[in-house]
């Protein structure tokens, strides 16, 4: 195991307590109740996606914890701080749940779908350490898309009891682009460390061709975003989302194997919290 390329304790407490990731699904819910409206679920379930991702990933960190601490610095910083994790897993889970129990009466549905998919992609179904969801070949990535944008996109409308809105559709579909194109990098990472039987995008076409599908992907994001932007007259809101785009492009096509877990877990994951941001700052820009 190599050493930690993340020196800040405080930034290892963020990214490997899943406490970045957690601020991205909390800004991820904002923007979608920003660009729909949807005014009054935005706060409590943005707060509680958060929570929520923050718990999950943290009890899939501690269900691997076993089989992955000689190989990993995420699992090893885990396991020196296993009794804290289990409390921060449990009390976010338990926050996360009283703040979901106001909008469950609409959105019922969209849990009973994402709840068992989150289950058995966290949560190994048989013997051994690869038996999850994650492990099935060719699946993660668009598994991983698909309940991000549950959760960020259709809990909230569901929640707000407007899933036939058409925007629904449009912005479920962006936000798959986005999470798509953002995860297909971390294989490109692992594609030469992965089990060729898993079958990742990578290994099929090639670290280089994955890049260029993944800027499709964000092309076709922001396309959607620009739309409703414009449809919306959220001009500033469209260049601070254009901002953001080429920030992310950027870290996209910068993503190697050798690049550091700054890279992947700080930066490239922070792209869920950077373009929500730049679309904040955006609406204080002078547009007429």
């Known amino acids: 195991m190599n050493g930690p390329d993340i020196r800040s304790p405080l930034l290892r407490a963020l990214v490997y307590g899943h406490v970045w990731l957690g601020a991205g699904a909390f800004a991820q819910v904002w923007l979608t109740c920003h660009l729909v409206p949807l005014h009054a679920e935005r706060w409590p379930a943005a707060i509680a996606a958060g929570l929520a991702t923050v718990s999950a990933y943290g009890f899939m960190r501690l269900a691997g914890m076993p089989d992955g601490i000689a190989s990993s610095e995420h699992l090893a910083w885990v396991h020196r701080h296993r009794q804290g994790m289990r409390v921060l897993v449990v009390l976010c889970g338990a926050v996360s749940a009283a703040l979901l129990l106001p909008l469950a009466r609409e959105a019922w549905w969209v849990a009973l779908l994402l709840g068992p998919a989150i289950a058995l992609y966290i949560v190994p179904f048989g013997a051994g350490e690869q038996s999850g969801l994650r492990h099935i070949p060719f699946v993660k990535v668009f598994l991983i898309a698909l309940?991000?944008?549950?959760?960020?996109?259709?809990?909230?409308?569901?929640?707000?009891?407007?899933?036939n809105s058409p925007l629904l559709v449009y912005l479920g579909l962006e936000r798959s682009c986005f999470v798509l194109a953002i995860t297909l990098p971390f294989d490109v990472r692992d594609m030469h460390v992965d089990d060729a039987a898993h079958r990742t995008v990578p290994q099929m076409i090639g670290g280089r061709a994955t890049k260029v599908l993944a800027i499709v992907l964000l092309m076709l994001s922001l396309t959607i975003v620009a739309l409703i932007c414009m449809t919306q007259g959220l001009f500033g809101e469209l260049v601070g989302a254009?901002?953001?785009?080429?920030?992310?492009?950027?870290?996209?096509?910068?993503?190697?194997?050798?690049?550091?877990?700054?890279?992947?877990?700080?930066?490239?994951?922070?792209?869920?919290?950077?373009?929500?941001?730049?679309?904040?700052?955006?609406?204080?820009?002078?547009?007429?």
């Open 242 to 288: 254009f901002a953001a785009y080429i920030c992310t492009a950027v870290l996209v096509l910068r993503s190697d194997p050798s690049r550091s877990t700054i890279h992947y877990n700080l930066l490239l994951d922070g792209t869920l919290v950077l373009v929500p941001a730049f679309i904040a700052l955006g609406m204080s820009l002078p547009i007429p």
């Open 147 to 163: 309940v991000w944008s549950g959760v960020v996109v259709v809990f909230p409308f569901a929640a707000h009891a407007d899933e």
